[in-house]
C-alpha cells in the first residue's frame, strides 16, 4: 500500500476524524433540505387558495407563474425569487454549488471521508445558511409583516439584524445538539423537558 493511500485509510479509521466528519457532512446534507425546503414550499404554499378533502388547494397559477420558468421546481421557484428582488443572480449560483457539493457528499460520502472534507467545506456551509437567511427574512418582510401586522409593535421600527428565522433557529439546534459540547448539545432537551414536564 502506497502512503498516500495509507494515510487515507487511517484517516478514515480514526474515529476522532470520522465522527466529526461524518456529522459535519450529516448536517451539510441536512441544511441544504432546509434550504430547498424553503425555496420551493414557502412560495408554493403561497399560492395555496383553500382545502378539501384532497388536501391543499394550489391556485392555477402557481404553475402559469413559478413552475413555468424552469423543469426543475427548485430553479423555477428560485427565479421567481430573483424577479421579486429577494435573491440576486450571485445567489442562484452559489445555490448550484452548495447543491452540487450536496450531491458529492451525498453520493459520494465514502471518498470524500477518506479525502478529508475540502477546504471550502466552511465557505460553502456559510452560503448556504446565508441564503437561508436572506430568502426567511424575504417572506417575512414581504409577507408575514404585511399580512399579520401585530408581528412588529406599532412605530417601531424593523431591524432586519435582530430577526431570527425559524429554520436558521433550527439549523442552529442541529449543530449544537451534533457539534457542540455536552452541555450546549443537552441546553435543548433539558429546557424542553423544564418547559413540558415540569422539571
Known amino acids: ?50 382545502f378539501n378533502e384532497k388536501g391543499w388547494i394550489i391556485d392555477p397559477k402557481y404553475k402559469t407563474e413559478v413552475l413555468s420558468k424552469d423543469k426543475s421546481p427548485t430553479y423555477a421557484s428560485l427565479k421567481w425569487l430573483r424577479e421579486s428582488e429577494a435573491i440576486n443572480d450571485d445567489d442562484i449560483e452559489k ?10 457528499l451525498a453520493h459520494k460520502i465514502t471518498k470524500m471521508l477518506m479525502d478529508g472534507l475540502p477546504q471550502d467545506f466552511g465557505e460553502r456551509f456559510g452560503d448556504m445558511t446565508a441564503l437561508l437567511d436572506k430568502i426567511e427574512k424575504w417572506w417575512i418582510v414581504n409577507a408575514e409583516i404585511p399580512t ?6 406599532k412605530g417601531e421600527e424593523l431591524d432586519l439584524d435582530r430577526i431570527v428565522p425559524g429554520p436558521i433557529m433550527s439549523l442552529r439546534m442541529m449543530i449544537d445538539v451534533a ?9 435543548y432537551i433539558n429546557k424542553f423537558k423544564e418547559e413540558f414536564r415540569g422539571g
Request: glycine fraction near 2%; aromatic fraction near 12%; charged fraction near 30%.
Open 1 to 50: 500500500m502506497d502512503i498516500d493511500s495509507q494515510a487515507k485509510w487511517e484517516r478514515f479509521l480514526n474515529p476522532e476524524v470520522l465522527r466529526p466528519n461524518l456529522i459535519l457532512a450529516s448536517v451539510y446534507i441536512a441544511a441544504f433540505e432546509v434550504l430547498k425546503n424553503s425555496i420551493i414550499e414557502r412560495l408554493r404554499d403561497f399560492y395555496i387558495s383553500g
Open 95 to 104: 445555490f448550484t454549488k452548495t447543491k452540487e457539493y450536496r450531491n458529492l
Open 148 to 153: 399579520d401586522p401585530d408581528l412588529i409593535d
Open 179 to 187: 457539534l457542540g459540547s455536552n452541555e450546549t448539545a443537552n441546553y
